[in-house]
């Protein structure tokens, strides 16, 4: 059984009164245990569909099922609790609190998830010593280079071991050299059994990944 499939899914905002179609009749599948890039320029869709996956947001017609479940009619309240328990999510821009220690960044979902003290910072811990950041824990963002921040933000995301993580445009802010340690660390995740969507514009990134999905103009057009 897939672990997430899309069926005819589309997607329609509205400008004013003008409708834009960001998906078009999406059929996409993915393994548990699968890494798949899904490449796309600025506007191609990539974003919305990433959203989709994630549970950010919902169709406008189509079909979405994750492990099994059809999600697509869940409210909003079931479709947080399955991000929460589910889904780790890895952004450009880190997003990390800057009064915090790695440590405490790493900690702040568990605590809004009622995990316990100290089972919290052994998670935290734990996560943090996966992407090479034990010696870190104490120091705040600005004392950190982009690439670990980016680390700490990946630490974030799999401290709750969720089955499925989405890295959008990961290494879009990090010079070469950092990028390629982000891209080693999502490998890493995967060998372990972790099912991995990573979002990008930039073909070389995409290469990280078993298996390339391009995406334009809202239609997936080519399977590698």
């Not at 982009?146 to 989405?166: D, F, Y």
């Amino acid at each position: 059984m897939d672990f997430i499939t899309l069926e005819k899914v589309s997607k329609t905002y509205y400008a004013g009164t003008t409708p834009v179609e960001a998906l078009s009749e999406v059929n996409f599948t993915v393994s548990q245990g699968d890494f798949v890039s899904i490449i796309g320029r600025s506007g191609s869709g990539k974003s919305t569909l990433m959203n989709i996956i994630g549970c950010l947001d919902q169709p406008t017609s189509g079909r979405y099922c994750f492990a099994g479940e059809d999600v697509t009619a869940f409210s909003d309240e079931r479709l947080s609790r399955l991000r929460g328990r589910e889904i780790g999510f890895v952004f450009q821009g880190f997003h990390l609190v800057p009064t915090l220690t790695a440590q405490e960044n790493v900690e702040l979902p568990l605590l809004y998830r009622g995990v316990r003290e100290k089972q919290r910072q052994e998670m935290a811990k734990k996560a943090l010593a996966k992407v090479g950041l034990s010696g870190r824990r104490d120091h705040r963002p600005q004392e950190l280079s982009g690439g670990q921040q980016q680390r700490v933000a990946i630490a974030r995301a799999i401290a709750m071991e969720p089955r499925l993580l989405l890295a959008d445009e990961p290494t879009g802010n990090l010079d070469e050299r950092s990028g390629q340690g982000i891209l080693q660390i999502l490998r890493e995740l995967h060998d372990s059994g972790k099912t991995i969507l990573l979002i990008t514009h930039d073909s070389t990134v995409a290469k990280a990944a078993a298996r390339q999905v391009l995406i334009s103009d809202g239609v997936l057009t080519q399977v590698g």
